[in-house]
C-alpha cells in the first residue's frame, strides 16, 4: 500500500468559536426581539476575534503544516500508524511505503494556475513530477 501526498503549505486545521447572541441573550433573561437573524438559528459563530501568531491562530483559525486542503496529522495518520499497528485494519500486514512531496511553488507562464511541477498542492499533487514518476515506478 502506497501514502503519497503533499506537505510544506499552511493549511486550516482548527477553529475558535463562541456563544451566539442569542445564547447570550437568553442566559440574561433577554428576548428574542433583539437578536439579528443571522444568529437566530446558530448556538456557536466562528471567533475571529482570536488571534495567536505565535501558535499559528489569525482570526480564529489554527493553522498547521499540511497540502491547503487537509492537515498532515489527518494526511499521514493512518499511513504510519494505523495501518501498520492496527491488525483489523491491515489483516494482512502489508507494507505501507509513505511518501511525502515537499511543496516548492514555481511560476510558470504557460500555466499559471498551477504552482509548478514541484506543487504540493491538494489539487496539484497529480501534476507533480515527482508524484507521477513514483506513480510510474509503482
Known amino acids: 500500500m502506497y501514502c503519497l501526498y503533499g506537505v510544506g503549505i499552511e493549511t486550516e486545521r482548527a477553529y475558535y468559536y463562541r456563544k451566539t447572541i442569542q445564547d447570550l441573550n437568553m442566559l440574561n433573561g433577554g428576548s428574542d426581539d433583539e437578536i439579528p437573524t443571522y444568529e437566530t438559528h446558530l448556538p ?7 488571534n495567536e501568531p505565535e501558535r499559528h ?56 494556475m498551477r504552482g509548478g511541477p514541484h506543487s504540493a498542492d491538494h489539487v496539484d499533487i497529480l501534476g507533480n513530477v515527482d508524484a507521477v514518476t513514483d506513480l510510474l515506478k509503482i
Open 44 to 50: 456557536y459563530i466562528m471567533d475571529a476575534s482570536v
Open 57 to 112: 491562530v489569525h482570526f480564529g483559525t489554527r493553522s498547521s503544516d499540511g497540502d491547503v486542503s487537509v492537515p498532515l496529522i489527518s494526511l499521514g495518520y493512518m499511513c504510519v500508524d494505523k495501518w501498520q499497528n492496527t491488525k483489523t485494519l491491515n489483516p494482512s500486514n502489508i507494507n505501507i511505503t509513505t511518501r511525502e512531496y515537499k511543496h516548492r511553488e514555481e511560476f510558470q507562464v504557460n500555466d499559471p
